[in-house]
């Protein structure tokens, strides 16, 4: 089974810093994309950053140049650096894990991890 494991949440300053990590593992044969979204209360899901497996990446317009995102392909695992925080950066962050195959012949399926929390006090 696939499953995604994140880890690096917390309580932080205005202006800290936080990194996420996201570890993905269940026999996955290959993937397009690793990436992060985020969802505060009563707000839909947003993406925050996401990394094609070539290293492309795509950020949200009001994170760029604050945080960055970046991938160990050989281990399947995502991290998302994040700097000079702000309040409005409090979310639940989830892992996402986009086209991932266990075989060759695989159907692609994308999948999530369960959150974790980042809270942003001023």
């Known amino acids: 089974q696939v499953q995604l494991v994140e880890s690096g949440g917390g309580l932080v300053q205005a202006g800290g810093s936080l990194r996420l990590s996201c570890a993905a593992s269940?026999?996955?044969?290959?993937?397009?994309?690793m990436g992060w979204y985020r969802q505060a209360p009563g707000i839909q899901r947003e993406l925050v950053a996401t990394i094609t497996r070539q290293g492309i990446t795509n950020y949200k317009d009001s994170v760029k140049g604050r945080f960055t995102i970046s991938r160990d392909n050989a281990k399947n695992t995502v991290y998302l650096q994040m700097n000079s925080l702000k309040p409005e950066d409090t979310a639940v962050y989830y892992c996402?894990?986009?086209?991932?195959?266990?075989?060759?012949?695989?159907?692609?399926?994308?999948?999530w991890g369960q959150g974790t929390q980042v809270a942003v006090s001023s």
């Open positions: 996402s894990l986009t086209g991932a195959r266990t075989t060759l012949w695989g159907s692609p399926t994308d999948y």
């Open positions: 269940g026999g996955i044969y290959f993937f397009n994309a």
